[in-house]
């Protein structure tokens, strides 16, 4: 070994000195563990080299934790922004069965379940056999990792949308009927597919679309000279889009293929095109005639994460949903002409293929535990009473041993609006809606009023869970609590914040790389 190398205490002296702000032996172990720097033993002792962490604390992750920490404070807990894990990591297995804006991902619930400790969790809260409630259960991320933890889970949401999504991810399944009816589905969607002019008429189009897009937008030098902005992007992109409708408008003449519904007064009416809101409805059919309900459930998951997809809408504005396109349009996110979709059949092989797979790797992974999710408000539901309704031998142990915490991430004030994400799946499924027991959704902003009522919302869940929650109970929240809100809450909810976990939170909008944390308030009665 050479002087390069360092030991752990010494390497967080040098790097104290050469930040000029405290480096702890913790932070250099943390940085070994995540592979940010490579671990060398001599006799025995860990050492690191002095020239790799020069390069890390001067490179990107680097400068952005050292950054981040001097803008949001020395008690970020850095670990808690999973920056060493792909995105594979954060979306395994059936924690990418379905979108859902606003959850958080599995590891930071893995975090504070599991029984390590650290620096910043200095006990465990929580052991195997515990029961964990979610008052706010969202797409089912707590219940799924309370289940990898050994312990049991009780979700509660007032969308039957979201219990749905929840229940599918930990229920076991019979995968060689859901195999025979996605097979069988399939087979008839093709045969329908085949036999309308739609699908002629697409390949055609995009045959023509092929040869315009060469021409005009040649990859890779047309991003080339956006980049360097030797075109604008714009205007060129505008222009050229104009220049092919002509062609596009006279193929659909041609063709004589209506695209466009005669209706918009629904959801499926105005953002989906006939031929796919065709094909929506055959798979529908479809799917009401299944007579097992676990595989029906199943299957409505991947028709409606199919039609999510599928929504007459640029690649950009998937998420948002600004105006319906039911033409060919400049595409900035691909740098070239695209054209809607005209059809769900490659959608929805992919997802079929993917939500087995999916469902497949966690059931190797399950524990023996119970784990559901509830449909109500968690204000006033009777959770053990509604649990004896649904799976009575769980609701024996929670009436037993009393649910020993929550870990849930509350809706924020005036940011989302529940069920209206889910708009398409409440129509096709005849869901009910219950938008009026959403606590902060986003058409009521977020004015005076807005906040009072959300403080109340969050209080009275915290109230109705304490009934059912053991005397020694640790209630953990996640929130970006920007109103200074949560003390309120915690007060009127006859609790206290005994500890504040602050993480940096990095995989934002491209569009907004400014420093951003949020919370996890850790909550105990008085």
Request: with cysteine; proline share 3%.
């Amino acid at each position: 070994m050479t002087s390069e190398f360092m030991t752990i205490f010494d390497a967080s002296e040098w790097a104290t000195v050469y930040l000029k702000k405290k480096v702890t032996s913790s932070n250099i172990s943390y940085l070994i563990q995540y592979g940010r720097v490579r671990k060398h033993v001599d006799s025995g002792v860990t050492k690191v080299s002095k020239d790799e962490l020069e390069k890390y604390y001067s490179s990107y992750l680097g400068e952005r934790e050292i950054n981040w920490k001097a803008e949001l404070g020395d008690d970020i807990n850095w670990h808690l922004s999973f920056d060493f894990l792909k995105e594979t990591d954060t979306t395994k297995h059936v924690h990418r069965l379905h979108p859902y804006k606003g959850k958080f991902i599995p590891q930071l619930v893995e975090y504070f379940l599991d029984q390590h400790t650290d620096e910043f969790k200095k006990t465990s809260y929580f052991k195997p056999g515990d029961i964990i409630l979610d008052p706010f259960c969202g797409s089912g991320t707590t219940l799924v990792q309370a289940n990898e933890q050994g312990m049991h889970a009780v979700g509660i949401d007032v969308s039957e949308f979201n219990t749905l999504i929840s229940n599918i991810k930990i229920e076991k399944h019979n995968f060689i009927d859901i195999q025979s009816e996605i097979i069988k589905i399939t087979k008839a969607l093709r045969s329908f597919e085949s036999s309308q002019k739609a699908n002629e008429f697409e390949q055609k189009l995009l045959a023509e679309l092929n040869e315009f897009n060469k021409e005009y937008f040649p990859s890779p030098e047309f991003k080339f000279k956006v980049d360097k902005k030797l075109i604008n992007e714009v205007k060129y992109g505008k222009e050229k889009e104009e220049q092919f409708l002509f062609k596009f408008h006279q193929l659909v003449n041609q063709e004589n293929v209506q695209l466009q519904q005669n209706n918009k007064d629904s959801f499926l009416d105005k953002w989906y095109l006939k031929p796919v809101r065709q094909e929506i409805d055959l798979v529908n059919e479809l799917v009401n005639q299944i007579k097992d309900p676990a595989t029906k459930r199943v299957i409505q998951i991947i028709l409606s994460r199919t039609i999510r997809s599928c929504r007459a809408t640029t690649h950009s504005d998937l998420g948002t949903l600004l105006d319906p396109v039911t033409t060919t349009y400049y595409c900035s996110k691909h740098g070239k002409v695209c054209k809607p979709l005209f059809s769900i059949l490659s959608w929805w092989e992919r997802y079929s293929k993917d939500t087995l797979e999916r469902l497949v790797k966690f059931t190797k992974l399950r524990t023996d535990t119970y784990q559901r999710c509830i449909t109500g408000d968690s204000r006033t539901i009777e959770i053990i009473k509604k649990l004896n309704e649904e799976q009575p031998e769980f609701a024996k142990i929670a009436n037993k041993q009393k649910i020993q915490g929550v870990f849930s991430s509350p809706p924020y004030v005036g940011l989302i609006d529940y069920h209206e994400q889910h708009a398409y799946a409440y129509e096709l499924f005849s869901f009910n809606r219950r938008d009026e027991l959403e606590i902060g959704p986003l058409n009521n902003g977020q004015g005076k009023e807005a906040k009072e009522s959300y403080i109340q919302g969050i209080s009275d869940v915290l109230k109705n869970c304490r009934i059912f929650l053991a005397d020694d109970f640790d209630i953990f929240l996640v929130a970006n609590d920007k109103y200074g809100m949560y003390p309120i809450i915690a007060e009127r909810a006859d609790m206290e914040i005994v500890e504040q976990f602050k993480r940096p939170v990095l995989n934002r909008t491209e569009r907004d790389k400014a420093a951003y944390s949020e919370s996890i308030f850790h909550l105990k009665s008085k």
